[in-house]
């Protein structure tokens, strides 16, 4: 069956540090893939996507290249502030009959300190 | 534009009662996901409702059931509840076209089986 699996944390970092979390996938055909971030008390929010092989999502500074050759997903900053600290989750949804239906990885806790 | 609203946002309840939570998606939105996060088994999808129908379901006891109304709001249900029902449940809505990849997460309802 489907799934993702991602390192774990926490993951604690110095402030302007360069931060790497890994995803790998096993999923048939072409899935989606996601990176989810969690703040304390919050829901999750859609951080970047990638829909296809070699494609990169990216937004606030953070990176994920989709490769398919190695079923990754990793995910990167090069320069992390204290406001990133939160859990990080990847996903993927399957290529047929998803909908909306994730696949989550355990997540990982990420701590910026100043 | 208001955002995905769930309620209540904590709940206590006892072994074997029952319980409703409430998501009022984004307006527009027609599609509305339920998701258990839990420490343990981290974050897994319950079911999904698209216009009023079921059309993806995870892998939960049929104590746990859904709705949609109408107007696209949603409950869930968790009958004779469980110790290990405890857990934090999240609601997510997306846009119109049903397969949209992005998922609008509420804040969640913690509920605590005693």
């Known amino acids: 069956g489907n799934s993702v699996t991602q390192m774990e944390g926490p993951v604690t970092l110095s402030e302007e540090a360069f931060l790497t979390i890994n995803c790998t996938y096993t999923a048939t055909g072409y899935p989606s893939l996601f990176w989810y971030v969690q703040y304390p008390g919050e829901g999750l929010q859609l951080l970047l996507k990638a829909t296809k092989a070699d494609d990169k999502g990216s937004n606030k500074g953070f990176e994920a290249t989709y490769r398919k050759e190695t079923t990754s997903f990793h995910l990167e900053k090069g320069s992390v502030q204290v406001s990133d600290s939160a859990v990080y989750f990847c996903a993927l949804r399957a290529d047929s009959g998803g909908y909306n239906k994730l696949i989550f990885g355990a997540g990982t806790r990420l701590a910026v300190h100043p | 534009k208001a955002g995905v609203t769930q309620t209540p946002r904590y709940l206590i309840k006892t072994r074997g009662q029952q319980v409703t939570l409430s998501c009022s998606p984004i307006?527009?939105?027609?599609?509305v996901s339920w998701y258990q996060q839990t420490p343990g088994q981290g974050l897994q999808f319950l079911f999904e409702?698209?216009?009023?129908?079921?059309?993806n379901k995870g892998n939960f006891p049929g104590r746990f059931s859904g709705r949609q109304f109408s107007n696209s709001r949603s409950e869930m249900n968790v009958s004779t509840l469980e110790l290990g029902d405890s857990a934090l449940y999240l609601c997510?809505?997306?846009?119109?076209?049903?397969?949209?990849?992005?998922?609008?997460f509420g804040s969640g309802t913690q509920l605590s089986v005693l």
């Open positions: 307006s527009g939105h027609r599609s």
């Open positions: 997510a809505s997306s846009s119109p076209g049903g397969t949209n990849e992005k998922l609008f």
């Open positions: 409702y698209f216009s009023e129908t079921q059309r």
